[in-house]
């Protein structure tokens, strides 16, 4: 009889059982790998944009804050202007009224100030009314205290806490240091240099007072100083309201 033969063929790799789960386990992984990178992708870009948006949050802000200066300063000398003055005097009559305390206004005028303008030009009267008020921000630094340019050459303090002398010893000091300056005028009556008039009024406040009355009264005593020779002060308490 014929001898007989055995063939075994072994099966290519492809063709195994396990192929096709190394497949799918490789496919498994590298979609998973896949998500991983997106996710990572979409996770820094996350915080890429939060980034950003909290960057431009802040400029908002400061843009913001920038606008607000500059609606509430004046844009010569950057102190208060008329409409921070007349919004936060008017808070603080209404606070000095509830704590029964003195309130006092002081008025201030730059001596013969026209004619330095037509002497000296108007720049240098820019820079002069810019040199008054770096002495009133010098001068006025108490919390709830400010100095604001009132209109043209005027300017306006407010004191809040402060009696009738202690108003009028800030509208000396303030006097003298404007005065200190020593800006030739060569225009002016009472001095070589630019020198200033103040009028100060102070009151307690009570209820149903008109805020706007302490100012007229701070503003009365400033043209009594102009009337009397200027480069002064007068001053004066307003007790019958």
Known sequence: PAAGFGVHVRPRFRETWGFPVLVVLGAALATAAAVRWRLRALERRRRELEALVSERTAQLAEANRELERLASEDGLTRLANKRTF?????????RTVRNAAPLSVVMLDVDFFKRYNDRHGHLAGDECLRAVASVLRERVRRAGDLAARYGGEEFVIVLANTDIDGARLVA?????????????????????????????????????????A????ADTQLYRAKAAGRNRVCAREERDR
């Open 214 to 217: 302490l100012v007229a009264a």
């Open 86 to 94: 007349e919004s936060s005097y008017s808070d603080e009559f209404r």
């Open 172 to 212: 000396e000091q303030v006097r003298q240091a404007v005065e200190t300056l020593g800006l030739p005028h060569g225009a002016a009556e009472v001095a070589p240099h630019v020198t200033s008039s103040l009028g100060v009024a102070s009151c307690v406040p009570r209820i149903g007072d008109d805020p706007a």
